[in-house]
């Protein structure tokens, strides 16, 4: 049998909003993944950390308050410099469609707004692991 | 009456049953917001216990059920406060000026992360949020800024500030000082709500147990100095924005409240000394009469514990005022004009049940800061409320309606039974420690994202009406980066120009009267004016308290 695809799910930065994070682990872990939830302020080197010791697919990210062009890049850059960059990088905040673009562009993978299902997001997650 | 009752009640069964049986319904549940099951039609069976003076009495009276105030809108509106905050407190400034000059009568002020977090903007976990979700203030100079020609003795200013809120409280008085103005005469209110925050908007920064303490300092020290200063805005609104029910959101939020009430009489404080200043904070989410038998329901609980079982005698003691947000969670991303109408539908509920001031959230919430004209909008909508509905000539209209008595009634249940449930876990603090609400809330909002996806409850635009290729013609408000690299700037000019004997004499001070659980606030306001900053005031007590971490479960 398969194993059963890992994701990691973290909310990096200040904010605290995590009904988000939690409605979308509590999703994927009833879609059969097995989701390893960092919480909160997780800074973007204890979520690679974290991703190389848990072994995970997907990183997850949730970011409500605006800092994820910081972010994200960051955890970019630290995922080549630790060879995990064949791992996706995927998650969902209030993000605008230029500032989407702009991160698709360097790598990561498709971002979630406000009103996504979380069908979708662990569609997406599927098809990217069956394309893998 | 019950054989009357009695006949009515056998009446409406087969009423009831015959309608089953020959109407077919749409194919949908008729749930609440919070997933309880409405009731087709609502009899004077339901009411069987009721009793008129008991339950409602008259407004301005017990139980005020039907409201705090004996002629309630017609003597004053409600305050409309619009929260806001963003970049340099220049930016902030102005848009108060704005706000004012459009009618508003009140501040509101959101502070920045790194300032609710109680972090300087030149702290390296600052980087990335200054100035990003409300204005960046780290020392008595930004504050100094950000209200630059408001005159403090006229308006009433709401700050919303959690974890570092007395830091923030005392560079406000520090300001008015500099102004001239006599601290007993200032108005308005500091969130101060630490509870809430370990339930659900996770913005603390010590353990439970010493900000308790904290926040005791503050209401001890306005009961002496700021006698009309509201000292805890005990909120429900993150509560049920972290998606908690409607019940839940009110029993967590009075829970809370009675925990503070608990926590002061701890002190030595005399309840009547300081009830009066403590205000809730509920949400206005979509259902209609569930929120409006919420706030009725909060009323009378309010009042029954404070006089029953803390024996307030004072009557202002039992007073339930409160403060209404429209619900943030309720907005949609897509076709975002339509929050309009969800905004004015939920003003509405507010309104009905009484509230003593309101914010009503703009259309673009959900994308982005709010823009001018999209704040002027949520404004003009209860302007619209206010002036054009006829709504405020009476008072408690929907009083004596079997459905929203029998919901008011079901409301204080549930509460109660939450009640007993947190006693049994030995309190608010052992019952967040156990995660215990952080599970209920996580949930409740679980549940109600499966409704969404399997189509039981519908969102217009969202799972239901949904516009293809939508494109969103709604301004922004973006915040430019210079924004951070200003605030360095200006605390590193800070830094050069202080005192710094003095900075670090009123620090040593601070750290002194920690030590020996002196209250700490004359130590705040002492240090703000030496321009020590909210970092460093900070710090000095994180090397005494330590720092929370929640259990991370979900």
Known sequence: MARKLRVLIAKPGLDGHDRGAKVVAAAMRDAGFEVIYAGLRQTPEMIVETAIQEDVDVIALSILSGAHMTIFPKVLDLMKENGINDKLLTGGGIISEEDVEKLQKMGVGKLFGPGASTRDAVQYVKEWADEK | ?554
Not at chain 2, 109 to 132: H, K, R, Y
Not at chain 2, 410 to 437: C, H, L, S, T
């Open chain 2, 1 to 554: 009456m019950s054989k009357n009752i009695d006949k009515i009640s056998s009446r409406g069964k087969t009423w009831l049953k015959q309608t089953e049986e020959s109407s077919k319904n749409r194919d949908i549940k008729f749930i609440t917001a919070s997933s309880e099951p409405v009731e087709l039609l609502a009899t004077p069976d339901m009411l069987t216990d009721f009793d008129y003076e008991r339950d409602l009495g008259y407004p301005g009276e017990y139980p005020y059920t039907r409201g705090v105030h004996s002629n309630m809108y017609r003597g004053k509106l409600w305050t409309m406060r619009q929260f806001a905050g963003f970049g340099t407190p220049e930016d902030s400034n102005k848009r108060y000026h704005y706000l004012l000059k459009k009618g508003q009568n009140g501040l509101s002020i959101a502070f920045d992360l790194p300032t609710l977090m109680g972090l300087d903007a030149d702290d390296s976990f600052s980087e990335g949020e200054v100035g990003l979700c409300g204005v960046s203030v780290s020392s008595l100079k930004d504050m100094e800024i950000l209200l630059d020609k408001i005159p403090l003795d006229k308006v009433s200013t709401s700050m919303t500030i959690n974890s570092p809120a007395a830091i923030l409280f005392a560079f406000y008085i520090a300001v008015a000082e500099k102004q001239g103005v006599d601290p007993g005469k200032l108005r308005g209110t500091i969130q101060n709500d630490i509870l809430k925050e370990y339930i659900a908007q996770k913005e603390y920064i010590f353990p439970p147990e010493p900000s308790m303490s904290i926040i005791v300092d503050t209401i001890e020290y306005c009961t002496e100095h700021l006698p009309q200063w509201n000292t805890i805005s005990i909120s429900g609104y993150h509560i049920r924005e972290a998606g908690a029910t409607a019940a839940q959101e009110l029993a967590f939020t009075l829970a809370d409240g009675f925990a503070y009430v608990e926590a002061a009489m701890a002190r030595g404080l005399n309840i009547d000394d300081f009830a009066p200043r403590l205000s809730l904070f509920f949400n206005a989410h979509n259902d209609f009469f569930e929120e409006i038998a919420k706030y009725r329901a909060a009323r009378r609980i309010w009042a029954k514990h404070l006089k029953e079982k803390y024996e307030a005698k004072d009557e202002r003691s039992l007073l339930m005022r409160f403060h209404t947000q429209t619900a943030g969670c309720t907005l949609t991303a897509q076709q975002p004009e339509n929050n309009i109408s969800r905004v004015a539908y939920q003003a509405l509920a507010a309104v009905l049940g009484g509230t003593q001031s309101l914010h009503t959230n703009s259309m673009d919430e959900t994308l982005a800061l709010p823009s001018e004209k999209a704040v002027k909008i949520a404004l003009r909508t209860q302007q619209v409320l206010a002036y054009e509905t006829g709504v405020p000539n009476t008072i408690d209209p929907l009083a004596g309606s079997y459905f929203v008595e029998d919901l008011t009634n079901k409301m204080e249940q549930q509460a109660e039974d939450y009640f007993r449930k947190i006693d049994d876990m030995g309190g608010v603090i052992p019952a967040i420690e156990n995660g215990f609400f952080q599970s209920e809330i996580a949930r409740a909002a679980y549940q109600y994202q499966r409704e969404i996806e399997d189509k039981d409850r519908i969102i217009v635009g969202t799972n239901d009406f949904i516009e293809e290729d939508e494109k969103i013609e709604i301004p922004l408000l973006e915040i430019k980066k210079e924004v951070e690299e200003k605030q360095i700037e200006r605390l590193k000019e800070l830094k050069q120009t202080r005192d710094d004997k003095k900075v670090s004499n009123a620090l040593k001070q601070l750290e002194e009267a920690a030590a020996q659980g002196k209250n700490l606030m004359p130590e705040f306001i002492n240090c703000a004016k030496m321009y020590a900053t909210l970092g460093e005031m900070i710090n000095v007590l994180k090397q005494k308290y330590g720092e929370y971490v929640e259990p991370a479960e979900f």
